[in-house]
Every structure is written in C-alpha cells, then in structure tokens.
T-cell receptor
C-alpha cells in the first residue's frame, strides 16, 4: 500500500541555519504531496503542497519540490527561526479530490535554538 | 470565522467503556474526516463522512463508528475501549475546490486527547 517515510528526529539547529527534512513516498500513480506542521498543543496546519511532478510548493520561506524520479518531497528552509520549532509531517493523497484520505509519515521534530 | 472545533479537549476513560467525540467543521465545509494520532506517530485515517454517510474507511475495527448531522458536524464513537485506543483524535474538514491555495486541502482541529486507563 501507499506509505510515507520521513527522516528520524529530532533535528536540532541553531537560528539562521539551513534546514532539510527528508521525505520519500511509495505510491501508485500520481499522488498529491503535502507538508503539515504541528505546533505544541495545536492541530495540524498545511504548510505547502504540490500536486504534480516537478511542482514546487512554497510558503513562509519553506520549499519542497515534487520529484517523481526519486519519489521524494524534501522540505527546505534557508534560515530557520526559533518560532519554526514544531513537528513536521509529510503526507500524500491519492487522486485530485480534496476529500481523499491523507497518508502521513511519522513526523520529524525540529528544535531551533537561539 | 471559527476554524474546526472539537470537544472535549481531554477525556479519561477506563477499558471497556464507550466514548463519543465531537467535531464542528469550518464554515462552508461539508466533508469531515477523522484521524487517530498515537504518541510520536503520524495521524492515521479512520473514516470520512459526506452527506451524512461514511464515504471512506481506513483500517480500523467496527468498534470505531461515526455519524454526520445535517449541519455537517460529526461524532466519532469508540466502543469497548482498549488501552491502545489512547491517542489524539483529530478531525479535519474539507474546503470546496476552487483554485485558491487553501482550497483542495483539509483543515484540522486541535484534537481530543483520549486516555484509556
């Protein structure tokens, strides 16, 4: 079945460091790919998405490119801030409908120190 | 405009009991999905409701059931609770497709933390 694998955490960085969180997926066809972020005590928030190969999703300084050849959707940010500390989830959804179920990775905790 | 709301925030039950969790979707959303998030894990899809019917179901036993009301709000019921049912239960509602960035996605509520003793 479809699945998502993320790099193990926690990832600990100093403020203004470069961030990469790896995400790879296994799926048939052409799924849509997402990054969600979960701040302490809150629900998941959509960070960015890409719906087809070579699409680049971006938001709030974060970027991820849909790479079908490597089945990857790695999250990057050029300069992290303490406020970026959270748990990041990579997810996929089959089909184009907004009602398809999301399949999540296990999450990667990011800790940014001043 | 209120986002997705869930109640209660926290709940403690004992094994064998039954529990009902509630979700109100974001205004204008007609589809509600439920997810279970065990500690340290990613959310897992339980089921989805649309037009008061279960449209999709994940790999969860029949002890997990749900309902959607005419106002699109939803309930998740879990019978015969097990220790392994302890988790954060997330509700997500869907935005009608329309081409905007936040269309074609699911909005999540803050969750209900269920502890089974």
């Amino acid at each position: 079945g479809d699945s998502v694998t993320q790099m193990e955490g926690p990832v600990t960085l100093s403020e203004e460091a470069f961030l990469t969180i790896n995400c790879t997926y296994t799926a048939t066809g052409y799924p849509s790919l997402f990054w969600y972020v979960q701040y302490p005590g809150e629900g998941l928030q959509l960070l960015l998405k890409a719906t087809k190969a070579d699409d680049k999703g971006s938001n709030k300084g974060f970027e991820a490119t849909y790479r079908k050849e490597t089945t990857s959707f790695h999250l990057e940010k050029g300069s992290v801030q303490v406020s970026d500390s959270a748990v990041y989830f990579c997810a996929l959804r089959q089909g184009s409908s907004n009602t398809g179920k999301l399949i999540f990775g296990q999450g990667t905790t990011l800790q940014v120190k001043p | 405009d209120a986002g997705v709301t869930q109640s209660p925030t926290h709940l403690i039950k004992t094994r064998g009991q039954q529990v009902t969790l509630r979700c109100s979707p974001k205004s204008g959303h007609d589809t509600v999905s439920w997810y279970q998030q065990a500690l340290g894990q990613g959310p897992q899809f339980i089921f989805q409701y649309y037009e008061e019917e279960e449209r999709q179901r994940g790999n969860f036993p029949d002890r997990f059931s749900g309902h959607q009301f005419p106002n699109y709000s939803s309930e998740l019921n879990v019978n015969a609770l097990l220790l392994g049912d302890s988790a954060l239960y997330l509700c997500a509602s869907s935005f009608p497709s329309g081409g905007a960035f936040l269309a074609d996605t699911q909005y999540f509520g803050p969750g209900t933390r269920l502890t089974v003793l």
